[in-house]
């Protein structure tokens, strides 16, 4: 298994708020991601990562932003959590331009009330 | 717009018989294209791959097709088994991996 370790797995916070979830890896690999799947719709890119302090925005970062100061660490923050931010929240890692899979944590469930 | 589409929601077949999954790309940049398998409570697990420049790629019972015309791929599974049941997302590469909404496949005894 990739050395992919998100925190918390689960947790459950109040509507404005802000939250950040942790994405650790081990596994010195370049690239890193956050997703969040939702039923019907998949996993869909929230923002990622090229490199230490290189980020860019996918499809779904409105209400998000992200922060990677050290290759080991690619940190999530909702400034103000949502209700429409209940979500599976997925980090996932990839060693390089070469290589084509990525490899995924075990996830975090994020409920907003 | 959904660049990656998995048009069917489920899928039930017998053990031992063949499992065949779909999907569709509009973006004729992707260069691989892949499929994983997702555990209810697990991150997604990698199953296989195919570059653009290939038409089929096969590993055991998982062999995944592709049609560059039609931007249609397809994952078989042969024989079935009921330890195949889960989600599974078809996803292109593009400047990060673009998934489709998945299909449940429910393999039964």
């Known amino acids: 298994d990739a050395g992919i370790t998100q925190s918390p797995r689960h947790k459950v916070t109040e509507t404005g708020t802000p939250v950040t979830l942790r994405c650790h890896q081990t596994?010195?690999?370049?690239?890193m991601y956050w997703y969040r799947q939702d039923p019907g719709h998949g996993l869909r890119l929230i923002h990622y990562?090229?490199?230490?302090?290189?980020?860019d925005k996918g499809e779904v970062s409105d209400g998000y932003s992200v922060s990677r100061s050290k290759t080991e660490d690619f940190l999530l923050t909702l400034e103000s959590a949502t209700s429409s931010q209940t979500s599976v929240y997925f980090c996932?890692?990839?060693?390089?331009?070469?290589?084509?899979?990525?490899?995924f944590g075990q996830g975090t469930r994020l409920t907003v009330v | 717009d959904q660049q990656v589409k998995q048009n069917s929601p489920s899928l039930s077949v017998q053990e031992g018989r063949i499992s065949i999954l779909n999907c569709d790309y509009t973006?004729?940049?992707?260069?691989?294209f892949l499929w994983y398998k997702k555990y209810p409570a697990e991150g997604p697990t990698f199953l296989i791959s195919?570059?653009?420049?290939?038409d089929k790629n096969e590993d055991g019972r998982f062999t995944v097709f592709l049609n560059k015309s039609a931007k249609h791929l397809s994952l078989h599974i042969v024989p079935s088994q009921p330890g195949d049941s889960a989600v599974y997302f078809c996803?292109?590469?593009?400047?990060?991996?673009?998934f489709g909404k998945g299909t449940s496949l429910l393999v039964t005894p």
């Open positions: 195919i570059s653009s420049i290939k």
């Open positions: 996803a292109a590469r593009g400047y990060a991996l673009n």
């Open positions: 973006n004729s940049m992707f260069d691989y």
């Open positions: 990562s090229y490199g230490v302090k290189d980020t």
């Open positions: 596994e010195n690999h370049r690239y």
């Open positions: 996932a890692i990839r060693d390089s331009e070469m290589n084509t899979e990525a490899f």
